[in-house]
Nanobody, 123 residues
C-alpha cells in the first residue's frame, strides 16, 4: 500500500507562484494531476522514481516544474506565473509500472492517489 499526502496549496494572485509537495511512503514514479470544477482530471507532470526523467503537459511547459528529493520520498511541483485557469484541486499519484511507458497521462493508469490540495488563483 502506497500512501500519498499533498500540501502547499492555497490562494494566490495571478502571476504568483506556489510549490506543492507530495510526501510518499516510498520512492515511486509520481504523477501530478489537476481537476477543476466540472472538468475531467488532467495530467500535469510526472517524474521517474530516480528523478532522471520528467514529462509535462505541453501547455504547462515553461511554467510548471516537477522535481524530487535526491534522498527521500517527497516530490515537488513548482508552479510559476499562475493564471486563473490553473485553479483546481491538485493530486499526486503513483503508477507502479513507471511514468515513461504506456499512457502515463491517463489518470486511470495510476494505482494510488493522495487526497488533493486546492489551488486557487485570483485575477
Amino acid at each position: 500500500q502506497v500512501q500519498l499526502v499533498e500540501s502547499g496549496g492555497g490562494l494566490v494572485q495571478a502571476g504568483g507562484s506556489l510549490r506543492l509537495s507530495c510526501a510518499a511512503s516510498g520512492r515511486h514514479p509520481v504523477g501530478w494531476f489537476r481537476q477543476a470544477p466540472g472538468k475531467e482530471r488532467e495530467f500535469v507532470a510526472a517524474i521517474t522514481w530516480d528523478g532522471m526523467t520528467t514529462n509535462y503537459r505541453d501547455s504547462l511547459k515553461g511554467r510548471f516544474s516537477i522535481s524530487r528529493e535526491n534522498v527521500g520520498n517527497t516530490v515537488y511541483l513548482q508552479m510559476n506565473s499562475l493564471r486563473p485557469e490553473d485553479t483546481a484541486v491538485y493530486y499526486c499519484a503513483v503508477r507502479l509500472v513507471g511514468v515513461t511507458v504506456g499512457d502515463y497521462r491517463a489518470p486511470e493508469n495510476y494505482e494510488y492517489w493522495g487526497q488533493g490540495t486546492q489551488v486557487t488563483v485570483s485575477s
